[in-house]
């Protein structure tokens, strides 16, 4: 498959979701309690789940009473996660890097390393304009991302998952700007082995805060992990950056 279309397949298979998120729905209501706790935000506001998946993390928000959008390239997502819907809680089918709705949430989450994908550095600045454009002035974005020098010291190249009747044969590797991931699935469902390619751009928090500040941006704080502990450069498992849009001049 052409490299820049690879999630949209591997987004929409079940195996994607059988060996990332078929887990205890308590891992996800951990963390949104622990971020809400940081965010302590008022009863009234609106949130934006960017790459929201089949919903997870917007369900639990939603569940304590905020109003909560979720938006996600994949349409087998969105359609499972549309099940769940309700009076404050909806889902949409959106590419990230098109404009969404504009100056409306007061917090736009971007979770579990969904960014980083697309074929070129221009794409993914413009999907962080789009979410930029999404939020209020002032508004608040989460960006939940791997730690590049935590990965690269610890990263296991070769690896065998069993997850029920499936086998996914997995094999890691990077680069001076990416990682890669080779997951080859073997299912009796499958008539042969199928074969994908994931590749993440290594993006530090200097070029976060570097493509943010260009979209009127400003990081504020940096976490090391689902806790809100500090960020420490070879440590911390991941790279949570909190940042708010500027009011206009």
């Known amino acids: 498959m052409a490299e820049r279309e690879w999630y949209k397949e591997w987004f929409n298979s079940p195996f994607y979701h059988k060996l990332y998120f078929e887990r205890d729905e308590t891992e996800a209501e951990d963390f949104i309690t622990n971020l809400l706790n940081y965010l302590n935000p008022q009863p009234s506001c609106r949130f934006l789940d960017v790459a929201c998946g089949k919903g997870r993390h917007s369900k639990f928000l939603a569940s304590k009473g905020y109003d909560v959008n979720g938006i996600d390239i994949s349409i087998d997502s969105i359609n499972y996660a549309k099940k769940f819907e309700t009076d404050n809680l909806h889902f949409y089918v959106h590419d990230m890097r098109l404009l969404f709705w504009v100056n409306y949430f007061d917090y736009a989450l971007n979770l579990f390393t969904s960014f980083g994908y697309f074929a070129s550095r221009r794409e993914n600045e413009d999907a962080l304009r789009t979410i930029a454009a999404s939020l209020k002035p002032s508004g608040i974005l989460l960006l939940d991302y791997l730690n ?19 086998l996914y044969e997995i094999h890691r590797w990077h680069d001076e700007s990416h990682f890669f991931k080779k997951i080859i699935i073997t299912d009796p469902l499958l008539d042969q082995p199928q074969e994908y390619i994931e590749k993440v751009a290594k993006f530090s928090i ?3 805060t570097e493509m943010l500040a260009f979209q009127n941006i400003q990081v504020k704080e940096v976490f090391g992990n689902y806790k809100f502990q ?10 949570v950056v909190v940042a708010q849009k500027n009011e206009p001049l």
């Open 230 to 239: 500090s960020y420490d450069l070879k440590t911390s498992p991941r790279l």
């Open 148 to 166: 590049v020098h935590y990965v690269e010291d610890r990263l296991v190249h070769n690896e065998e998952k069993r997850i029920d009747d499936t």
């Open 206 to 208: 200097g070029d976060f």
